[in-house]
């Protein structure tokens, strides 16, 4: 059993390289896609790493890639539906180094954010909030996350470069 779990260990860490440049793409470019567009963006990278015959892990999950079983968890018990499109979007909010933008008509995304963040002082404005600055500059200075709701197709230039 050990043996085949070192063998295991090796092959994951020889297709390491392959598997990071998989979940980079889906961190970089998958956000706005659908799922079955976040599908075929990872099968083609995957396929363009065979072709440079880069070694790609056999039981490779991008899931397991770039979360774990109980952040997962956790994100389910917070009020995130557990079917692998929510995973994924969850995994975007909370890796990606950009911020998140959520087309959520049902509610499930900010009830979801706001469960998560509940213990770090989550603040929830609007644009047209006219304390909007004012609770925009106490999260930045304090490393407070900020919910802003109802946004419009162009956001604020504000708010543009963070």
């Not at 930045?140 to 419009?152: A, D, K, Q, T, Y």
Request: glycine letters at 8%; hydrophobic letters at 40%; charged letters at 25%.
């Amino acid at each position: 059993r050990w043996l085949a779990l070192a063998g295991d260990s090796q092959l994951r860490l020889a297709s390491l390289p392959g598997d990071i440049s998989v979940g980079a793409c889906f961190l970089t470019y998958c956000g706005p896609l659908s799922q079955d567009l976040r599908f075929e963006l990872c099968q083609s990278v995957q396929h363009d790493l065979r072709a440079k015959r880069l070694p790609k892990y056999d039981k490779f999950d991008l899931k397991d890639l770039l979360s774990n079983q109980g952040e997962r968890g956790d994100w389910t018990m917070q009020g995130l539906p557990a079917d692998s499109f929510s995973i994924e979007n969850g995994i975007l909010a909370t890796k990606a180094l950009r911020w998140p933008l959520l087309i959520d008509p049902e509610g499930q995304g900010v009830q979801w954010i706001t469960r998560m963040e509940k213990d770090n002082m989550m603040k929830t404005t609007t644009f047209g909030d006219n304390h909007f600055l004012q609770i925009f500059e106490e999260c930045i200075s304090h490393g407070r996350p900020l919910l802003v709701e109802n946004v419009n197709k162009k956001l604020d230039p504000m708010v543009e470069g963070i």
